[in-house]
């Protein structure tokens, strides 16, 4: 359909799956086990009722925000996806591009078919990036990438702490062989790369089961960029990475495709942050929650806001824009979601992203299914 005809997000998912090939969908779409996860990542968010509030004059109302010190037209960032050339031929470029023309800030992903410097030269001077980081069984490859990273200006380090080993996500799994162009520049840019089972395995074989909290430290003497942990599901390892000195974290289970009945990052978000205020300020402007996993909507992610989180990550909804008509699609699903803010927000009567409090939303159902 043309691209007027695209009214939501769930509508690129609709024709990305129809569009891609079988093997593209099957690694974009797949998730682990029983993908009992990433159906829940949807559902949480349906369990989360609005307390909209009423006469407060919202003729002007903004959705902009701050991300880790940087401007975004929106609260939410794209989420770093693997393997962007699956689905297009310019891959990750078309989230680079439509990012800096909508002030978006984008995460960029280890496991990128782009190189990282392709990336960093398809974004406009000034345009705030993040990194995605899986470590290497080689810290110096690490190291090297890290410290390059932050010459190039990125801005916050985003290391993934969800997946010491890639969950088993079988459709993909069943695909077998590596598209070789797709995964040229990972094999390139990291070591170690194996050929065998499945996109997502074959890839990811560099990636170091041994990481440890020990490691944050080492990381701090490498970079002065934020540090963030994503991946990070209990207030037990929330308040560890608060004390280890990491600038946040991000609420997530990879999309459902990491450990399966894990629960969503919303249902996290409300133990979390109650854990957080008991040790420090709260909203702690050194210490930031993010939230991503089922996100599709501007209410999804006001819904979130609300909770405690100061932005969400979107990783789905952009790769499945970009696979059905790239930069434009892109650009599309921004605007889409920029028209639900603003809607949502006149509706439950908030003018500024602070003003998104927790008496906007009812999360008496959340924890009960
Ligand atoms: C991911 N995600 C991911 N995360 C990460 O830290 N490193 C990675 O390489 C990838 N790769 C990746 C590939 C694909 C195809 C998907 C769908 C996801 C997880 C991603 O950053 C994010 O956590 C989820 O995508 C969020 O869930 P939604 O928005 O896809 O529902």
Redesign the pocket.
């Known amino acids: 359909p043309p691209l007027d005809e695209i009214l939501n997000l769930h509508d690129f998912e609709a024709v990305a799956k129809v569009v891609l090939p079988e093997k593209a969908w099957a ?2 779409s797949s998730a682990s086990d029983d993908e009992i996860t990433i159906r829940e ?1 949807r559902a949480a968010f349906q369990r989360v009722w609005f307390r909209p509030r009423i006469l407060r004059d919202v003729s002007s109302v903004d959705w902009s925000t701050t991300i880790l010190g940087c401007k975004s037209s929106l609260p939410v960032y794209i ?4 393997l962007g050339k699956l689905g297009h031929p310019d891959g990750e470029l078309n989230l680079t591009r439509a990012a800096a023309k909508h002030g978006v800030i984008q995460m960029i ?3 990128a078919s782009c190189s990282f410097d392709e990336i960093v030269d398809a974004a406009s001077p000034g345009q705030p990036l993040f990194l ?1 980081l ?1 470590v290497n069984r080689d810290r110096e490859i690490t190291k090297k990438y890290v410290q390059h990273a932050e010459k190039r200006g990125v801005k916050a380090l985003f290391i ?1 702490v969800d997946a010491p080993q890639l969950g088993r996500r079988e459709k993909d799994m069943r695909m077998k062989s590596v598209d070789d162009s797709a995964g040229a520049k990972v094999q390139e840019n990291q070591s170690g790369v194996k050929k065998d089972q499945g996109v997502s395995r074959a890839i990811s074989s560099f990636i170091d089961p041994s990481l440890s909290w020990k490691d944050i430290p080492w990381f701090r003497s490498i970079t002065n960029m934020h540090i963030i942990l ?1 991946g990070v599901s209990t207030p037990e390892d929330a308040i560890l990475a608060y004390e280890a000195g990491c600038q946040g974290i991000v609420l ?1 289970n ?2 459902g ?1 990491q450990l399966d009945t894990s629960r969503s990052g919303l249902e996290n978000l409300v133990d979390i942050v109650a854990a957080l205020k008991q040790r420090g300020p709260w909203p702690n402007p050194n210490f930031s929650v993010f939230v ?4 599709r909507r501007a209410s999804d992610v006001i819904k979130a806001l609300a909770l405690g989180a100061s932005a969400v ?5 952009f ?1 499945y824009a970009f696979s059905s008509y790239g930069q434009e699609g892109v650009e599309r699903a921004i605007e889409i979601l920029r028209d639900e803010f603003e809607m949502n927000m006149r509706l439950i009567g908030a003018r500024t992203i602070s003003e998104i409090v927790p008496d906007m939303v009812d999360a008496s159902a959340l924890h009960s299914h």
Do not use: E, M
């Open positions: 690694y974009y990542n989420s770093a996806t693997a992903p280890t496991l995605q899986y993934t994503k997530s990879h999309g495709r991503d996993g089922g996100v990550g979107i990783g789905r909804g790769l």
